[in-house]
Each structure stands twice: as structure tokens, then as C-alpha cells.
């Protein structure tokens, strides 16, 4: 089993940054890769970013190139998201993510992972 915690959300002005954090523990050197996902209300959940356990395979969603950054820090387990010239459709409850590598590793599929954090509130103000 792994556990994934994230921290870092709050509340933003439009243009600002934040830097998500998710600590992850138990069975982390199961895992392929890490991403997030993000659900605002009354939308379905979407992919953000994903990266593969070595940092090499990093994925986007059209709608953050450019202006997030994923990374991880294997020593200390943690997995980050810096997020620049944030907008007020960020806003959403962001979730970590870990998933383990069964032939195609699908980044934008939610079915893809099989650990998922508790979620942090990020909320931008125009």
C-alpha cells in the first residue's frame, strides 16, 4: 500500500503562484508514475501533469504547458507541482496520484493509478 498526503493549496490571486507538495510513503518503490489530477464543482476529474519515477516521462495537459512545472525528489518521496500565472478556472481540488506500469501507462486515464491523495483546495480570485 502507499499513502499520498498533498499540501500547499490555498488561496491565490489571479497572475500568482503556488507549489503543490504530496508526501508519499509505504510501498512507494512500486510505483511507475506520479501525476495530478484536479476536479472543480460540477466538472468530471481531470489530468494536470504526470512524471515517471526517474523524472525522464513528464506529461502535461494543454491547459498548464507552460505555465506549471511537475518534479520529484526521490529521497524524500515527494512529488511537487509549481504552478505559475495561475487563473480563476484553476481553481479546483488538486489530487496526487501514483500508479504501478500494467503494459501502456495511460497518464490521462483516472482508472490508470491506483493511489490517489485526500486532495488540496486551490483557489484562484480574479
Known amino acids: 500500500q502507499v499513502q499520498l498526503v498533498e499540501s500547499g493549496g490555498g488561496l491565490v490571486q489571479a497572475g500568482g503562484s503556488l507549489r503543490l507538495s504530496c508526501a508519499a510513503s509505504?510501498?512507494?518503490?512500486?510505483?511507475?508514475?506520479m501525476g495530478w489530477f484536479r476536479q472543480a464543482p460540477g466538472k468530471e476529474r481531470e489530468f494536470v501533469a504526470g512524471?515517471?519515477?526517474?523524472?525522464?516521462?513528464?506529461n502535461y495537459a494543454e491547459f498548464v504547458k507552460g505555465r506549471s512545472t511537475i518534479s520529484r525528489d526521490n529521497t524524500n518521496n515527494t512529488l511537487y507541482l509549481q504552478m505559475n500565472s495561475l487563473k480563476s478556472e484553476d481553481t479546483a481540488v488538486y489530487y496526487c496520484?501514483?500508479?504501478?506500469?500494467?503494459?501502456?501507462?495511460?497518464?490521462?486515464?483516472?482508472?490508470?493509478?491506483?493511489?490517489w491523495g485526500q486532495g488540496t483546495q486551490v483557489t484562484v480570485s480574479s
Open positions: 509505504g510501498r512507494t518503490s512500486s510505483i511507475f508514475g
Open positions: 512524471i515517471s519515477w526517474n523524472g525522464l516521462i513528464t
Open positions: 496520484v501514483g500508479g504501478s506500469i500494467r503494459g501502456t501507462f495511460a497518464w490521462g486515464r483516472p482508472s490508470t493509478y491506483d493511489y
